[in-house]
């Protein structure tokens, strides 16, 4: 196989191990009323099915990064994948709560090391000219599992039982698992980089503490005493493992964690702040769409799943136009040439078209066709295609091949805390919106109550009491709440698009920073079109 064919091929692997990640994620929503049902969970049972995943990613996101740098990306990468798909044969067959919970955390153990080791490999295996368009195909991955969870979640709810939305993990990590083992060449750190034990330990408590303090705010308001305590405990344990680093990172034989002179770099500071933004806004359309469709359009979870398809359509559309406009050029002569979009100018559009995208969809109304939903969610996805990549690219491309693995998780550790924010300020500017325009006071409390807990509530009690006045009412109500979330994520689209222009470099691959004279010098990276692994000392 030619070199260049392998290291394709390799990224293809790579990409399925990413998406399998993002399907689990998309179709355990699916599935959470049906164990609800099926195990008589309590909300408070569906919440830590779902939270128990996302807490274990924040504890240990940082620490599989210094694995990967210490032992190998691919060594780490394989063993992640052996516990996903292991915790996913768990999951499905778990026969309690409290099992199903024990899985879900165990799974994301395995899930806390595949996005960055995924997003490591690409600065070892790609040189700069072929980078954005492997960045490219890593975002596909990561946005094409939101329609194709609910897709095959909504067949496999229809046909079998609940734990077989667990069981898609297998054979897609069975393919990664191959492919990944043949394709895929081993990489780390030339110098083996030492266990930050205190930083481990007080970066996993700090970003534990902050995910589960906005957790619960989201789900118990932003007054609960225990949501405000945690958060505040872990911002002065962010602040200290800060302060723990730089401490480190001066010592003679220091070596920390993560390498937070990265942040110096305008490419790796902002792209990491942008590709955050980009999650921010798009939980809106990928938080409220299929809401919409499922309890205001009457979809199935299958259908839901269909209707989200154009957001894949135009994100592709944008992918391929942003890849081709921002690609290095050679003349006539064979001189090399600018691209003609600048990385800022290309993330200073996406936002810009993303950002429309949301505003056209926020004047929804209770009368706007499937034409109109397809089309703004179709131009959301096209700005979500030129921005995500270009933004990533300028995050990833100061990364050497020494410390790619820790810098690739300090970029996903940023990451998940801001869709974690984002989740719990969205989702409560979704729900004050819906409650501000029920007029309830002929209901019963309890009655009431349950219209006020969530669309899907509120259509469950209209259609058992055969009101077709409060289903209109529960559903304005819902768009009213989806338009205001929508015109908040075109802000921040706004926002990002500004910032971009104002601070992003136009060119991305800039020089990691200079490294203390007792840090190891950083690992030749492997010509373009090499596959040859590079060896630990």
Same mark, same amino acid.
């Given at each position: 196989?030619?070199?260049?064919?392998?290291?394709?091929?390799?990224?293809?692997?790579?990409?399925?191990?990413?998406?399998?990640?993002?399907?689990?994620?998309?179709?355990?929503?699916?599935?959470?009323?049906?164990?609800?049902?099926?195990?008589?969970?309590?909300?408070?049972?569906?919440?830590?099915?779902?939270?128990?995943?996302?807490?274990?990613?924040?504890?240990?996101?940082? $620490?599989?990064?210094?694995?990967?740098? @210490?032992?190998? @990306?691919?060594k780490?990468?394989?063993?992640?994948?052996?516990?996903?798909?292991?915790?996913?044969?768990?999951?499905?067959? =778990?026969?309690?709560?409290?099992?199903?919970?024990?899985?879900?955390?165990?799974?994301?153990?395995?899930?806390?090391?595949?996005?960055?080791?995924?997003?490591?490999?690409?600065?070892?295996?790609?040189?700069?000219?072929?980078?954005?368009?492997?960045?490219?195909?890593?975002?596909?991955?990561?946005?094409?599992?939101y329609?194709?969870?609910?897709?095959?979640?909504?067949?496999?709810?229809?046909?079998?039982?609940?734990?077989s939305?667990?069981?898609?993990n297998?054979?897609?990590?069975?393919?990664?698992?191959?492919?990944?083992?043949?394709?895929?060449?081993?990489? @780390?750190?030339?110098k083996?980089?030492?266990?930050?034990? !205190?930083?481990?330990?007080?970066?996993?408590?700090?970003?534990?503490?902050?995910?589960?303090?906005?957790?619960?705010?989201?789900?118990?308001?932003?007054?609960?005493?225990?949501?405000?305590?945690?958060?505040?405990?872990?911002?002065?344990?962010?602040?200290?493992?800060?302060?723990?680093?730089?401490?480190?990172?001066?010592?003679?034989?220091g070596? $920390?964690l993560v390498?937070?002179?990265?942040?110096?770099?305008?490419?790796?500071?902002?792209?990491?702040?942008?590709?955050?933004?980009?999650?921010?806004?798009?939980?809106?359309?990928?938080?409220?769409? !299929?809401?919409?469709?499922?309890?205001?359009?009457?979809?199935?979870p299958?259908?839901?799943?269909?209707?989200?398809?154009?957001?894949?359509?135009?994100?592709?559309?944008?992918?391929?136009?942003?890849?081709?406009?921002?690609?290095?050029?050679?003349?006539?002569?064979?001189?090399?040439?600018?691209?003609?979009?600048?990385?800022?100018?290309?993330?200073?559009?996406?936002?810009?078209?993303?950002?429309?995208?949301?505003?056209?969809?926020?004047?929804?109304?209770?009368?706007?066709?499937?034409?109109?939903?397809?089309?703004?969610?179709?131009?959301?996805?096209?700005?979500?295609g030129?921005?995500?990549?270009s933004?990533?690219?300028?995050?990833?491309?100061?990364l050497?091949? %020494?410390?790619?693995?820790?810098?690739?998780?300090l970029?996903?550790?940023?990451?998940?805390?801001?869709?974690?924010?984002?989740?719990?300020?969205?989702?409560?500017?979704?729900?004050?919106?819906?409650?501000?325009?029920?007029?309830?006071?002929?209901? $019963? %409390?309890?009655?009431?109550?349950?219209v006020?807990? =969530?669309?899907?509530?509120?259509?469950?009690?209209?259609?058992?009491?055969?009101?077709?006045?409060?289903?209109?009412?529960? @559903?304005?109500?819902?768009?009213?709440?989806?338009?205001?979330?929508?015109?908040?994520?075109?802000?921040?689209?706004?926002?990002?698009?500004?910032?971009?222009?104002?601070?992003? $470099?136009r060119?991305?691959?800039?020089?990691?920073?200079?490294?203390a004279?007792?840090?190891?010098?950083?690992?030749?990276?492997? !010509?373009?079109?090499?596959?040859?692994?590079?060896?630990?000392?």
């Amino acid at each position: 196989m030619k070199q260049s064919t392998r290291r394709w091929s390799a990224l293809a692997a790579i990409a399925v191990s990413v998406l399998v990640v993002g399907l689990d994620l998309t179709v355990l929503s699916l599935a959470l009323p049906t164990i609800a049902s099926t195990m008589h969970a309590s909300t408070g049972d569906l919440q830590w099915i779902a939270d128990s995943y996302s807490l274990v990613i924040a504890a240990l996101i940082l $620490p599989a990064g210094l694995l990967g740098d @210490r032992y190998g @990306r691919k060594k780490v990468l394989l063993a992640a994948l052996v516990v996903f798909v292991a915790c996913s044969v768990w999951c499905a067959y =778990s026969v309690s709560i409290g099992e199903l919970i024990a899985a879900r955390a165990m799974l994301g153990v395995g899930a806390a090391a595949v996005f960055p080791m995924a997003l490591s490999v690409i600065p070892v295996m790609f040189a700069e000219e072929e980078r954005q368009k492997a960045i490219a195909v890593m975002a596909g991955a990561i946005f094409l599992a939101y329609p194709i969870g609910p897709i095959l979640g909504g067949f496999l709810l229809d046909h079998f039982w609940w734990g077989s939305v667990f069981l898609i993990n297998v054979p897609i990590v069975a393919i990664a698992l191959v492919a990944v083992t043949f394709l895929l060449p081993e990489s @780390r750190a030339e110098k083996r980089p030492r266990l930050d034990l !205190p930083g481990i330990l007080i970066s996993s408590a700090a970003l534990t503490a902050v995910t589960y303090g906005f957790i619960r705010a989201g789900q118990e308001g932003w007054t609960d005493t225990l949501a405000l305590v945690t958060i505040g405990a872990g911002a002065v344990l962010l602040a200290l493992f800060v302060a723990w680093e730089r401490a480190a990172t001066r010592r003679v034989s220091g070596q $920390p964690l993560v390498d937070l002179s990265l942040f110096r770099l305008a490419g790796f500071r902002w792209g990491t702040i942008l590709m955050t933004m980009v999650s921010f806004a798009m939980f809106g359309l990928m938080f409220t769409a !299929p809401l919409y469709f499922q309890e205001v359009r009457g979809a199935t979870p299958l259908g839901s799943g269909i209707r989200l398809l154009p957001l894949i359509g135009g994100m592709l559309v944008g992918m391929v136009a942003g890849s081709r406009l921002s690609a290095a050029r050679t003349g006539p002569s064979g001189k090399p040439l600018p691209p003609l979009v600048s990385t800022k100018m290309a993330v200073t559009a996406g936002f810009a078209v993303m950002g429309g995208g949301l505003a056209i969809g926020a004047f929804t109304g209770l009368s706007s066709s499937m034409g109109f939903a397809a089309l703004w969610i179709t131009v959301t996805g096209l700005g979500l295609g030129i921005a995500m990549p270009s933004a990533m690219n300028a995050a990833v491309s100061p990364l050497t091949g %020494e410390r790619s693995g820790s810098g690739s998780a300090l970029i996903s550790a940023v990451r998940q805390v801001g869709a974690t924010i984002g989740v719990a300020v969205l989702g409560t500017v979704l729900s004050n919106g819906y409650t501000s325009q029920l007029n309830l006071g002929a209901l $019963p %409390e309890s009655v009431a109550s349950a219209v006020k807990s =969530s669309v899907a509530g509120g259509v469950a009690v209209a259609k058992q009491l055969g009101s077709s006045a409060l289903l209109n009412e529960v @559903r304005s109500a819902f768009i009213h709440g989806m338009d205001i979330m929508l015109w908040t994520c075109c802000g921040i689209a706004v926002v990002s698009a500004l910032l971009a222009l104002a601070f992003l $470099p136009r060119r991305s691959g800039q020089a990691q920073p200079a490294r203390a004279p007792e840090a190891a010098a950083p690992a030749p990276r492997e !010509p373009a079109g090499s596959a040859e692994p590079q060896r630990a000392q």
